[in-house]
């Protein structure tokens, strides 16, 4: 193939352009299949945060703050890692990212089950956990393939019988297929532009126009930064809050290409970011607690040795059947949820879609402040459970739309991060202050969070639906 500098051609095109082009076709099937074997590693293990806990407790004698500390160290891991392989992916690259995320966490998932005792497992879930928090790195990296008009739609889209030892092994079974298929993944094609990789960007494209039988637009590729007019604007959009300084477009150009660890971070604080940045951050928080928390919540109150709920809203049978049950039934809401943000989300846009399921969550716990009976609770944990997944869905693609390439997946990461600390307050919440008969308490502290979150997505500064991806500042 010529170099692209030799072509003569006048006529450009960016990677957007080039995506739009080729359309969403078999290319990005086949990677939305391996970006969601990555996706049902961190479900198959939320799922565990359910089932786990109460049978480890039972078999190794444990405290309810021990049962609560296995799941909080999951979320101390992606604590760590979702700040950390954010970093790390907008720097050497996203394929380098989730090999490594991959790697832990299909190996953590083994050790646990092989875990002598419970210090060694409360460890290999906290390893377990870094490699979860790779997860925003699977999506910004899929994000980056989908064309604009069809990204939100596209977005969305054994316990009983062997013991808790079989299901953390098999929970692991999804990292290690994304091992075996790496060597055929590609880079992100709008991450090697933006280092300044056009042919290497070029080649990943014309390998997806073969692949959908579609044509590349005609002319020369070219990053986003180099079709773009308005540099005279661009030091005013990028300048630090502080110390506040003058850079040049060469100097900002230079950063903005390869950006090192320190000014990742520092770009998420410029002028055009920081508030974008901190409001993630609530919504994270509000989300990513009440998400895991609705989970841990569903195995407690369907817990019949929960002392503080009298048998006469429980039926008396096997001491795990209303668990295995209601926490099956209540799963399912992920699939509505799911198909209902991938409905609303490129109809109504993406802050109005999250912000009526927040508060329509918030609406569906505030009967759970008092006890009710099995049946109404598992349907309104069902309904709950529907709409938090939902707006879980919608927030973990609309932070990378809203983030530019250079700090995309950090900035994500980084947000993410702040949801993993909801995460590991949560089994305080959940389990803790249920199984010391303070529900009313519980609850409370859930509608907080979930109000807040809502009321935080509403001032959000951007609506991204049917936006093309900003490659810089």
């Known amino acids: 193939m010529p170099d692209l500098s030799m072509m003569s051609s006048d006529a450009s095109y960016t990677v957007d352009d080039a995506l739009v082009s080729l359309g969403f076709g078999k290319f990005q099937m086949l990677l939305l299949s391996y970006a969601g074997m990555g996706w049902a590693a961190e479900a198959m293990e939320m799922m ?92 910004s990296w899929f994000l980056e393939f989908v064309p604009a008009p069809n990204r939100g739609a596209w977005m969305m889209i054994v316990m009983p019988a062997f013991g808790w030892r079989w299901l953390l092994a098999l929970s692991s079974l999804p990292s290690l297929v994304l091992l075996l298929f790496y060597v055929v993944v590609p880079e992100s094609p709008r991450y090697l532009c933006m280092r300044g990789q056009t042919n290497d960007s070029l080649r990943i494209l014309e390998k997806i126009a073969a692949i959908n039988k579609r044509k590349l637009p005609s002319g020369t590729l070219v990053s986003s930064r180099a079709s773009e007019n308005d540099l005279e604007d661009c030091p005013s959009k990028s300048l630090p809050l502080l110390p506040e300084r003058k850079l040049d477009n060469e100097a900002i150009g230079k950063i903005e290409r390869k950006p090192d660890v320190l000014t990742s971070i520092y770009l998420l604080f410029s002028r055009s970011l920081i508030k974008t940045t901190l409001l993630l951050w609530v919504v994270f928080f509000g989300i990513l607690f009440s998400y895991y928390g609705l989970v841990l919540l ?34 399912f809401s992920e699939f509505p949820g799911l198909l209902l943000a991938a409905v609303m989300v490129d109809r109504v846009g993406r802050r109005i879609s999250m912000s009526a399921m927040l508060f329509m969550c918030c609406a569906l716990l505030i009967p759970l402040l008092y006890h009710q009976s099995e049946a109404l609770t598992t349907i309104l944990l069902f309904g709950a459970h529907m709409f938090i997944v939902g707006s879980f869905t919608i927030i973990y693609f609309y932070a990378p739309e809203v983030y530019p390439t250079i700090v995309r997946t950090t900035g994500l990461g980084a947000a993410s991060s702040i949801g993993r600390i909801g995460g590991m307050l949560c089994p305080l919440v959940a389990v803790a202050l249920l199984q010391s008969c303070h529900q009313f308490l519980s609850v409370i502290f859930f509608e907080i969070a979930i109000a807040f979150s809502g009321l935080a997505v509403l001032y959000l500064p951007k609506e991204t639906k049917g936006r093309a991806l900003n490659d810089t500042l």
């Open 48 to 139: 565990l945060l359910s089932f786990v806990g109460p049978a480890v407790q039972s078999e190794w004698g444990l405290t309810s703050s021990q049962e609560s500390m296995i799941s909080t160290a999951v979320f101390a891991g992606m604590l760590v890692g979702a700040y950390s392989w954010g970093i790390i992916s907008d720097n050497y690259g996203r394929r380098n990212g989730f090999l490594a995320t991959a790697m832990i966490t299909g190996v953590a998932g083994c050790l646990c089950a092989l875990s002598p005792n419970y210090a060694s497992l409360v460890s290999f879930r906290c390893l377990v956990g870094v490699g979860l928090g790779g997860g925003p790195t699977l999506s």
């Open 298 to 331: 569903t195995s407690e109150l369907s817990n019949t040795k929960n002392s503080c709920i009298t048998q006469s809203f429980y039926l008396v049978g096997s001491k795990h059947d209303s668990l295995y049950r209601d926490v099956f039934i209540t799963s």
